[in-house]
């Protein structure tokens, strides 16, 4: 939990800081504390937990488990061997087949590199609850039930990426 407050604080201290040396004027945003905005964190919290559990817990292990009879030789290729799949699992869980096609390409992609840099953070950490509030993190800055940065006429100043970006940079710094 100390992890996942140390990422989040740094996130919104790099952003802001970047956006005060550069002189945006930009402003913290805060979401409207809602009933909607509670049901938003708990349960985005309590499935980011579920996912990380299956998709790095269970079936990262099994998998890099079975990888030697794979085929895959040594540790290294285990952990690739078991990191791919898992990941492509995952994105494909997050992906919605629908036009925009260019929407969906963007979302596929978005997706399978979350998926494999939460896995890599799960095996370099070995903390799984720790990249479970990562991802949950990242599920509240897309769903808009975290502060945002806005500019002077309230539209958000940085796009979402930005933060999830800046969270995992730090995330693998810590």
């Known amino acids: 939990i100390l992890g996942v407050a140390a ?7 790099v952003l802001g800081g970047l956006a005060g040396v550069l002189g945006g004027g930009l402003r913290l945003r805060w979401p409207a504390p809602t009933s909607l905005l509670a049901w938003i964190l708990a349960g985005q919290a309590l499935r980011s937990f579920a ?10 292990a099994e998998m890099q488990r079975l990888a030697p009879r794979l085929g895959a030789k040594g540790p290294a290729a285990a952990r690739w061997a078991a990191l791919i799949p898992t990941s492509v699992l995952f994105g494909m869980e997050h992906l919605a087949l629908a036009p925009p096609w260019d929407e969906t390409l963007r979302q596929a992609t978005f997706t399978l590199a979350l998926g494999l840099l939460l896995g890599i953070l799960v095996l370099v950490t070995e903390n799984l609850p720790f990249v479970a509030g ?3 993190f990242v599920n509240w800055l897309v769903l808009g039930a975290v502060p945002r940065f806005v500019d002077g006429a309230g539209y958000a100043a940085i796009p979402a990426g930005t ?3 800046v969270a995992l940079a730090l995330a693998f710094v810590l």
């Open 7 to 13: 990422v989040v604080l740094g996130v919104y201290l």
């Open 134 to 136: 990562m991802h949950a």
């Open 163 to 165: 933060y999830v970006g």
């Open 51 to 60: 996912e990380e559990y299956y998709y790095r817990s269970l079936l990262l």
